[in-house]
């Protein structure tokens, strides 16, 4: 059975920095693009944002607007597992953090939900002002 898990979410104050993992069990993604997106509170599942994508030999890197600069998504193909380096958290910040696995290998990272096939559950991060 093929799991992500996301780790390294807690309660931290606006401008800590926290580090998230993703650990995929079940097959090897490799070969497949690795993306984080957010769920912020009060929003659907449909509304989770794109925040950064790493593509399957790092070359391709892609982060949302919101986060440039502050984020730093990479990925231990050897682990088979990806992080994202979270600098200078900001209360609007403050979200559910998914890991995804693409759909297809060899291409992106994309920034669209419906390109990745496979989910964790989720970490949260809490940023207090």
């Known amino acids: 059975q093929v799991q992500l898990a996301e780790s390294g979410g807690g309660l931290v104050q606006a401008g800590d920095s926290l580090r998230l993992s993703c650990v995929a069990s079940?097959?090897?993604?490799?070969?497949?693009?690795m993306g984080w997106f957010r769920q912020p509170p009060k929003k659907e599942r449909e509304e989770r944002e794109f925040?950064?994508?790493?593509?399957?030999?790092?070359?391709?890197?892609a982060y949302a607007d919101s986060v440039k600069g502050r984020f730093t998504v990479s990925r231990d193909n050897a682990k088979n597992s990806v992080y994202l380096q979270m600098n200078s958290l900001k209360s609007e910040d403050t979200a559910v953090y998914f890991c995804?696995?693409?759909?297809?290998?060899?291409?992106?990272?994309?920034?669209?939900?419906?390109?990745?096939?496979?989910w964790g559950q989720g970490t949260q991060v809490t940023v207090s002002s």
């Open positions: 079940g097959r090897s993604f490799n070969n497949y693009a």
């Open positions: 925040v950064a994508g790493i593509n399957w030999y790092t070359a391709n890197i």
């Open positions: 995804a696995a693409a759909d297809v290998p060899y291409r992106g990272p994309s920034r669209e939900r419906d390109d990745y096939g496979y």
